[in-house]
């Protein structure tokens, strides 16, 4: 009953691959390993015929190098200089000010997957004083980047762009009317 299951979460090209790669639900390291889990194959309305249980992953040295960013390839196979890079090009939280003086958070995030179509795939942002999450659609070209709320009910809808210049993003606020300079850092 559960080998279509596994079959799909394990082999590559599995209907459920894909998202067992983007939510791969707790992780451990230890024995040499990097294991995820995750909750058994049944529906919540299966559970009750679920007498598979969890199912489990473990990735061990080279099978673990796709996944790894250069510190990451640091770590664990002790290659490279081991330097934390100020941005990370897969999920990262940016403080920044919108007009010089409206502090604003910022995350961007990828899809899971690492490769270079989906660097910053995902987005959102809030006012600090508010902290109210506003959902953001991300289109890229190179170094510039569009970021337009989604669920503004405003009939041009509110764009952040900017450019990713070093370790600073740096761009405008675009809303009702208005143009602000817009900037921010990696936290």
């Known amino acids: 009953m559960y080998q279509a299951c596994l079959d799909e979460r394990f082999a590559k090209g599995g209907l459920m691959y894909r998202h067992y790669l983007n939510d791969p639900g707790a992780m451990e390291v230890g024995n040499g390993r990097l294991s995820f889990s995750n909750p058994g194959c049944a529906s919540h309305a299966d559970l009750g015929l679920d007498d598979l249980g969890e199912l489990r992953r473990s990735l061990r040295g080279e099978e673990l190098r796709p996944y790894l ?9 002790g290659e490279g200089e081991g330097v934390v890079p100020a941005i990370n090009p ?61 669920d503004s009910k405003d009939a041009v809808k509110p764009v952040l762009r900017f450019q990713l210049k070093g370790e600073t993003l740096t761009g405008q606020w675009i809303g009702n009317g208005k143009t602000y300079p817009f900037e921010a850092h990696p936290l």
């Open 69 to 77: 960013n250069a510190y990451g390839k640091y770590l664990v196979f």
């Open 90 to 150: 897969y999920s990262q939280y940016f403080k920044g000010t919108i007009n010089g003086t409206i502090p604003v958070t910022l995350f961007m995030g990828s899809s899971g997957v690492r490769n270079d179509d989906d660097q910053f795939a995902s987005a959102h942002y809030y006012y600090d004083k508010y902290r109210k999450k506003i959902a953001l659609s991300v289109r890229r070209t190179g170094s510039r980047f569009e970021l337009v709320e989604t």
